[in-house]
């Protein structure tokens, strides 16, 4: 831990925070930067976050004695595979922003889709650009936690249960074979392959479904919900976990279970630790 600490130490650059801390304090704001600037500071920050389609324009005809004139900024967000936005900012002479407008393009991934409107319409309403670019930067974050812990529990589970998110354990030998038989492609293909299985399975759901050999069904409601919170929106996790017997009955209510393993070990850990004890019953 000591090693690992010190290596830390000698890797920090004084010179780039510094730089990089002065760029946040003067640049705090979208419309009082030079754009090009402003994008080498959102990298900093939003590493999976492409930014396209830059376009500038400036409407002269809006200036007149009693309107300023509209430094009209258009581009595109995007997160790949995921969520794609184009996005228009009006900025008027005082550098203010005049108007701001958000539009959908491209959702692969739909079940948060609800919130997103949500957050559009606070964000068109406030004229923040930046409380969206950081707040579906965190979405995208929270999504790719679940995908990948949900990912990681069919991985570690699918060969002791039934089925995990409707693959049975038979199919997914069938895969493995398969998978088996195609390593002469190399691994390019097999990692492919995983990619597509995480993206149809456990991308666009908020549902983690484990049906045991004895048909008992365990059900994790997973969404990420735009919450307030002093004044102020934010994305979070809302999980609850249910437990049905071999009719589909509800059995037990495992949420604030859930919750204490999660705090104690971390998500991953507490489903699995959970599952574990379900098999043996």
Same mark, same amino acid.
């Given at each position: 831990m000591k090693a690992e600490i010190q290596q830390k130490l000698q890797a920090f650059d004084k010179e780039t925070f510094i730089e990089k801390k002065s760029l946040v304090q003067q640049f705090s704001n979208l419309p009082s930067l030079d754009f090009e600037t402003r994008l080498t500071t959102i990298k900093m920050f939003y590493p999976n976050m492409i930014i396209s389609k830059i376009n500038? $324009?400036?409407?002269?005809?809006?200036?007149?004695?009693? *309107?300023?004139?509209?430094?009209?900024?258009?581009?595109?967000?995007?997160?790949?595979?995921? *969520?794609?936005?184009?996005? $228009?900012?009006?900025?008027?002479?005082?550098?203010?922003?005049?108007?701001l407008k958000i539009e959908p393009v491209g959702l692969c991934v739909v079940v948060e889709a609800t919130e997103i409107v949500r957050l559009i319409e606070l964000t068109e309403k406030s004229k923040d650009i930046s409380f969206f670019l950081y707040s579906i930067n965190v979405l995208y974050k929270l999504q790719q936690k679940r995908i990948n812990t949900c990912y990681d529990i069919y991985e570690s589970f699918i060969k002791k249960v039934y089925s995990v998110n409707g693959i049975e354990g038979e199919e997914s030998e069938d895969e493995n074979k398969e998978s088996?038989?195609?390593?002469?492609?190399?691994?390019?293909?097999?990692?492919?392959?995983?990619?597509?299985?995480?993206?149809?399975?456990f991308a666009n759901t908020a549902r983690l479904e484990i049906v045991f050999n004895n048909r008992k069904k365990l059900l994790v409601d997973w969404k990420l919900i735009l919450k307030e919170k002093d004044g102020s929106h934010h994305f979070e996790h809302d999980i609850n976990c249910f437990l049905f017997d071999e009719k589909q009955k509800l059995v037990d209510n495992l949420t604030g279970l859930l919750i204490k393993l999660t705090k104690a070990s971390g998500i991953y850990r507490a489903l699995a630790n959970l599952i574990d004890n379900l098999i043996k019953t």
């Open positions: 500038q $324009t400036i409407d002269e005809s809006s200036h007149t004695e009693s *309107m300023n004139v509209i430094n009209t900024l258009k581009f595109t967000v995007q997160f790949k595979p995921f *969520m794609k936005f184009n996005v $228009t900012v009006g900025i008027d002479s005082t550098k203010a922003v005049d108007k088996q038989d195609d390593n002469n492609d190399g691994d390019d293909k097999k990692e492919k392959s995983k990619k597509y299985l995480k993206f149809i399975k």
